[in-house]
């Protein structure tokens, strides 16, 4: 093997060793957003207390539980179809899910209110018994 030969082969494996881990680390990253996962989880009031006033809201598992200002349990993913960051909130004064980024905004049930909100959002099921809340898709 001359030197030629040397480094054209050493190109090609040390391609192919730099992508691999970068596509399967791509691949394995994008399923473990909310949207693409079944979602089916408890939130115990007992633990989140302050979720109890109406106009409050948590983050947790990369959704938000809202409780909205008619005392009704809502929920949706963090995750803003605008470009995908994780800053979508549940605003108390307009009553529906807005993202701080940009200002994308939605309604309840998830259908988008602006532009930058046309996207729509992803919405989840709540359900109450007692002190549990159960989040589903
Ligand atoms: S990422 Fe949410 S408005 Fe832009």
């Known amino acids: 093997m001359n030197r030629k030969e040397f ?10 060793v730099l992508t691999t881990p970068c596509i399967i680390g791509c691949t394995k990253d994008s399923a473990n957003t909310p949207d693409e996962l079944e979602v089916d989880f408890i939130v115990d009031l007992n633990e989140f207390d302050s979720l109890r006033s109406p106009g409050s809201f948590i983050i947790t ?11 009704q349990y809502i929920a949706a993913t963090q995750k803003c179809s605008h470009e995908g960051l994780n800053q979508v909130k549940y605003d108390k004064f307009a009553d529906n899910w807005e993202c701080t980024a940009h200002g994308a905004r939605f309604a309840q049930d998830g259908d ?26």
């Open 61 to 71: 598992n990369n959704i938000v539980v809202a409780n909205n200002i008619d005392g």
């Open 112 to 137: 988008g209110l602006n532009a930058n909100g046309s996207g729509g959002l992803t919405t989840y099921n709540v359900t109450q018994d007692g002190d549990m809340l159960r989040v589903f898709s």
């Open 7 to 16: 480094i054209s082969k050493l190109g090609v494996g040390a391609a192919f």
